[in-house]
């Protein structure tokens, strides 16, 4: 079966193919580190790492870079108003550097806790001035930009497909434009790639002048050319990047190389509040202290997150959290009883018994990711599991293939505690182990097991049912 992918470009839905067999580079938009991501942010960012995952459990090495922007996103993503950074290092009293690495230490402790697996580099867009000038250089010089006192422009006009992924083109801009017009430029809807001002506190002296900053677009292209090639698979974003962001992206990356710059570009839609957006601005945005605050873990707020489609609106509401966080008890659940039935615990007698549910069960689960992504149809096969286990449908050997398919599938899904589980199991098959050295006085084997349990923080208590145990706080 092939993977399916909304291509925000064409405008529907193709086969995906990778450039290179085997191998998808994927670049994701990142955070713009002024402030804590707030779980808005993190729809997009678990967007990307289901995605990835998804690829992955599909057999492709996935290279994949998310970009820190630390410098040049003005708050009204055009090419005015404020640099984010400097607002928010003036409100703070700070200076905008530590600003930045405070927050994506934070953003990164955040992933962390959100299982979300690492990029191959988080790229800060002020470590990438040099690649950035390259890149402004050779577009001045093949005439798609040119430098205004200490600004740099794109001639929009220089580069005819402007417009191809959303949908605007230069005529309709320049009647209604949120750009603001300067005198300056060529076109009204030229968006800069350089810019100067001395009054700014990041900034770098280049050949356009003593003190110049990069516009936020030029960013991206320079560090996903750096990092992954001329060529991408997959660009990702949040539905506002699709423009300016990503079409100037597109403008700038193909004029300088000559060549398509991403083959793919998939966009999340906004988490909401109360059907608006959530976001920094509105102030209506919940951190990962807010989730933890009203007694949620991260893992609870990741299914919520990536159980909707990526391109379905989702509302964020505290009634939508508590009912993430059953079904994610029942999943778990599920797990526990597989491995009961694996070890004959609640199994039907035939071995086999159930075998041909779970390799429906899969089959559903495929055919669904394999659809864009389309996590929520692919979770009904794992909850009919369930009622399967609850009617103890299973026999030993078909629990044990149920429990390999739910790793699997926790590969891409990152939610279920299956280690958890596992590990637990270790646990009582070492505590049996225990207790039949003892009756057969092997005592140095016994102490050998107690000690091996009290190494990894666990605390065996004798009661009147058997040996029972318990993980030690903090363990
Ligand atoms: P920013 O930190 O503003 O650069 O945004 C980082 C990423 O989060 C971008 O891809 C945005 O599109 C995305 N984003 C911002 N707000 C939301 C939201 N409410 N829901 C989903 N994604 C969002
Ligand atoms: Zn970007």
Redesign the pocket.
């Known amino acids: 079966m092939t993977f399916v992918v909304y291509n925000s470009l064409s405008k529907t839905k193709e086969p995906f193919r990778s450039l290179e067999p085997g191998v998808v580079r994927m670049y994701?938009?990142?955070?713009?580190?002024y402030n804590r991501?707030?779980v808005?942010?993190y729809?997009?960012?678990l967007f990307a790492d289901t995605l990835r995952r998804w690829l992955e459990y599909c057999g492709f090495r996935v290279e994949q870079v998310m970009n820190i922007?630390d410098v040049g996103?003005l708050t009204d993503d055009a090419d005015d108003g404020e640099d984010k950074l400097e607002k928010q290092a003036r409100k703070e009293k700070l200076d905008p550097w530590q600003i930045s690495r405070k927050v994506a230490e934070q953003f990164f402790a955040d992933l962390r806790a959100l299982g979300v697996r690492p990029a191959k580099v988080y790229p800060k867009a002020s470590e990438h001035i040099p690649e950035m000038v390259e890149i402004i250089e050779g577009l001045i010089a093949k005439g798609h930009a040119y430098a205004v006192g200490g600004d740099v422009y794109f001639d929009v006009k220089s580069f005819p497909s402007y417009g191809k992924l959303s949908g605007n083109r230069v005529e309709d801009l320049e009647a209604g434009s949120r750009i603001a017009v300067r005198e300056e430029k060529r076109n009204p809807e030229d968006f800069a790639l350089w810019k100067s001002d001395p009054a700014h506190i990041m900034k770098w002296a280049t050949r356009f002048g003593p003190d110049g900053f990069p516009g936020w677009h030029i960013e991206c292209s320079a560090m996903a050319r750096k990092h992954l090639g001329d060529r991408l698979d997959i660009h990702?974003?949040?539905?506002?990047?699709i423009f300016p962001h990503h079409e100037c992206e597109i403008a700038q990356s193909e004029s300088f190389t000559g060549k398509p710059f991403a083959t793919y570009w998939m966009h999340?839609?906004?988490?909401?509040v109360d059907g608006g957006?959530?976001?920094?601005s509105l102030g209506n945005v919940y951190t990962l202290d807010d989730i933890a605050a009203k007694g949620y873990t991260p893992r609870q707020l990741r299914f919520a997150l990536i159980r909707g489609h990526y391109r379905a609106p989702l509302n964020f509401t505290w009634e939508a959290m508590k009912d993430a966080a059953s079904s994610l008890e029942n999943l778990d659940d599920l797990v526990a009883r597989l491995r009961r039935a694996a070890k004959g615990d609640g199994a039907a007698s035939a071995p086999n018994a159930g075998s041909e549910l779970v390799e429906a069960a899969r089959t559903e689960f495929e055919k669904h990711l394999n659809d864009d992504l389309n996590v929520a149809p692919a979770l009904a096969p794992l909850f009919g599991l369930r009622a399967h286990a609850l009617s103890g449908a299973f026999g030993v050997e078909a629990a044990g293939r149920a429990l390999a398919f739910l790793t699997r599938a926790n590969e891409v899904l990152g939610v279920i505690e299956i280690e958890e589980q596992l590990l637990d199991a270790k646990i009582d098959a070492l505590i049996q182990e225990r207790q039949a050295a003892r009756r057969s006085k092997d005592f140095l084997r016994a102490d050998e097991i107690r000690k091996l349990l009290e190494s990894q923080g666990i605390v065996l208590e004798d009661s009147p049912k058997g040996v029972i145990w318990r993980r030690k706080s903090g363990a």
């Open positions: 994701n938009c990142g955070p713009t580190v991501p707030h808005g942010n729809r997009a960012f922007t996103h990702t974003g949040g539905e506002d990047n999340s839609k906004f988490l909401q957006k959530m976001s920094k």
